[in-house]
């Protein structure tokens, strides 16, 4: 991926509850992600938000990706 997910991908506060959102707008990362889940292909998430970018929907499988990476499980 040519830029990084972290120019992309951002939290801020008073936009959808602080979730992480796509350049500033009121798209999650969950919403893509979500899309691509229920058997969406990339190319029909772009004909459905036009404002988007491949390289959006690539940015929120890094972002994914990453979190997965970082994520701590504890057992009981």
Do not use: N, W
């Not at 992480?20 to 990362?29: A, H, L, N, Q, Y």
């Not at 970018?53 to 994520?71: P, V």
Request: contains cysteine; glycine residues 6%; aromatic residues 8%.
């Amino acid at each position: 991926m040519p830029t990084p997910y972290q120019t992309i991908i951002s939290l801020e506060p008073g936009i959808r509850s602080g979730k992480p959102i796509i350049r500033g707008m009121r798209i999650t990362v969950y919403d893509v992600l979500s899309y691509l889940a229920a058997g969406m292909t990339p190319q029909d998430i772009l004909d459905d938000f036009p404002y988007l970018t491949a390289e959006d929907i690539q940015a929120c499988l890094s972002y994914a990706a990453d979190r997965e990476r970082h994520l701590l499980v504890a057992h009981a």
